[in-house]
Every structure is written in structure tokens, then in C-alpha cells.
């Protein structure tokens, strides 16, 4: 097995960039509005991605970044 280091601020990179790419795939979800995300009801559905959208927002901000 390796073991690869990384720094807390690398760390932190990554975490952000996985949160910033994962804050896109909602708002584009949210732009197509399929629904079956998280339930088969379009509205219900959407309101729970915005719910997630903001908490995305809300991590983010505690690592700096805004839009």
C-alpha cells in the first residue's frame, strides 16, 4: 500500500474543488428539473436540491470562496 502526503492546504483545494463540482451538477439538475433525485416529485424535488444548494454554498463560504 502507498501513502501519499498531503498538506492542509492541498487538502482543503481538493475539498473545494469537489464541492465546487458537485454545487454545479445541483444547479444544473436544478436547471433541468427531472426530478427523482431525491423524489419522483418534480417540486419536491427541486425544493430539496435548493435546500442542498445553499448548504453547498454555506460550506464553501467557510472556506473562502464566494461567487
Known amino acids: 500500500m502507498t501513502t501519499i502526503e498531503v498538506s492542509a492546504e492541498q487538502l482543503s483545494r481538493l475539498i ?3 464541492l465546487k463540482k458537485t454545487l454545479a451538477l445541483l444547479e444544473e439538475e436544478l436547471i433541468i428539473g427531472r426530478g427523482g ?4 416529485d ?6 430539496i436540491i435548493k435546500k442542498h444548494i445553499k448548504a453547498y454554498k454555506l460550506i464553501l463560504a467557510d472556506y473562502g470562496w464566494s461567487e
Open 16 to 18: 473545494v474543488w469537489d
Open 37 to 40: 433525485i431525491w423524489s419522483h
Open 42 to 47: 418534480v417540486k419536491e424535488d427541486r425544493k
